[in-house]
């Protein structure tokens, strides 16, 4: 069983940076993966970036590479999605989730993510 709390959303003007973090409880396998995913209101959940723990590997949605910067922290499983040139249209609940297998389906697959954090709300104003 892992949980994951995220931290760090709030209000930021656009073009503005903010920085989230998530703290997973429980043990990450060096398979697992983990990733960011968003929510905006009327709107499926999105990919945003994502890790593999074994060796730091990235990836991102077309939408947030070069202003997005997913990281592990030097404290044990945590990871920082590290957010600027901020867009309104990044406005969204920002979600923490983490796999084991999640190459077997793509990184991008919401299904192949096995734990889910509660989420954090990150708004960007015009």
């Known amino acids: 069983q892992v949980q994951l709390v995220e931290s760090g959303g709030g209000l930021v003007q656009a073009g503005g940076s903010l920085r989230l973090s998530c703290a997973a409880s429980?043990?990450?396998?060096?398979?697992?993966?983990m990733g960011w995913f968003r929510q905006a209101p009327g709107k499926e959940r999105e990919f945003v970036a994502a890790i593999r723990w074994r060796d730091g590997d990235t990836y991102y949605a077309d939408s947030t590479k070069g202003r997005f910067t997913i990281s592990r922290g030097n404290a044990e499983n945590t990871v920082f999605l590290q957010m600027s040139s901020l867009k309104p249209e990044d406005t969204a609940v920002y979600y923490c989730?983490?796999?084991?297998?999640?190459?077997?389906?793509?990184?991008?697959?919401?299904?192949?993510?096995?734990?889910w954090g509660q989420g954090t709300q990150v708004t960007v104003s015009s």
């Open positions: 989730a983490v796999g084991s297998h999640v190459f077997a389906y793509g990184v991008t697959t919401k299904g192949a993510y096995d734990y």
């Open positions: 429980g043990r990450i396998f060096s398979t697992s993966v």
